[in-house]
């Protein structure tokens, strides 16, 4: 398996090298190891992530490592993406002066709030988690009138504090996996939930059984932000993977698809 989300210590909120990483994938005998790391331009995200003018020496960076792994580990290079309306034609002007693997594309901020930090308030519970599910899938569903994304990084974030969409908030999700495969997007399954306080995968495996019904593909990411994450609970990942009826995984290389064993 490939783990396609992990960052690296340019964001300012992980830790450990590049190399370690990679060291951590060979060791638990990934094929391949994909580097998504935070691109915000939001004033409240900035410092949580790499600033525009070092893109292009990051993309160099995991260019020379994996350089220096070929034949060991497949090694790649991509950006998660925070999506704000505001910012979406810089992002583009700035993913398109590099030559990426994968772009992932996130909802983290709700009106200027990081929701999912341990420091915001609906961390403390003290937001109605039907206005936080309402305004998310808003801004989710704006994002996917974009282009400039492959993959939907972490679907349904906001339980992470384990307070779960109310019903309708449930079915908004059903309805914008469909926009999701109108759209020929991928949808990544990120394993990061089971260390938080609702155990589970982003998205639930309910939803990820609708993305196998749906025929959507997907990738499997940690959200590693040490380098002993990588790879994290990539067996139970699997397991939900194959109950869904997923038989092969999707691969990106220089923005083009290609099929991965699973
Ligand atoms: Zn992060
Ligand atoms: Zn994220």
Redesign the pocket.
């Known amino acids: 398996m490939i783990d396609y989300h992990v960052?690296t210590s340019l964001?300012n909120?992980?830790t450990g090298t590049m190399e370690q990483y990679v060291r951590t994938a060979v060791a638990k005998g990934l094929s391949g190891i994909c580097f998504l790391?935070?691109l915000t331009l939001q004033e409240a995200g900035r410092a949580?992530?790499m600033s525009p003018q070092e893109v292009p020496m990051y993309v160099e960076a995991v260019r020379r490592l994996a350089r220096q792994y070929r034949g060991r580990i497949s090694i790649r290079v991509g950006l998660?993406v925070d999506f704000s309306p505001h910012h979406v034609d810089r992002c583009i002007e700035i993913i398109n002066t590099v030559d990426l693997d994968v772009v992932g594309s996130s909802v983290h901020f709700i009106d200027g709030e990081d929701v999912v930090s341990r420091r915001s308030a609906w961390s403390r519970g003290e937001l109605s988690p039907d206005a936080v599910y309402t305004k998310y899938l808003g801004v989710l569903d704006s994002m996917l009138d974009y282009d400039y994304f492959d993959v939907v990084c972490h679907l349904d974030l906001p339980k992470k504090f384990n307070r779960r969409p109310s019903p309708s908030a449930a079915q908004g999700f059903r309805e914008l996996l469909e926009k999701i495969r109108e759209k020929n997007l991928v949808v990544e399954l990120n394993t990061s939930g089971f260390h938080y306080p609702v155990r589970e995968t982003f998205p639930s495996p309910e939803l990820l059984g609708r993305c196998a019904r749906l025929r959507v593909p997907v990738v499997v990411g940690s959200?590693a932000?040490a380098p002993e994450s990588v790879g994290r609970d990539f067996d139970r990942a699997r397991d939900l993977l194959d109950a869904a009826g997923y038989r092969h995984l999707t691969g990106f290389s220089h923005r083009q698809r290609e099929a991965v064993l699973l």
Do not use: K, M, W
Request: net charge negative.
């Open positions: 960052h964001c909120h992980a790391d935070h949580n992530a998660e959200d932000h």
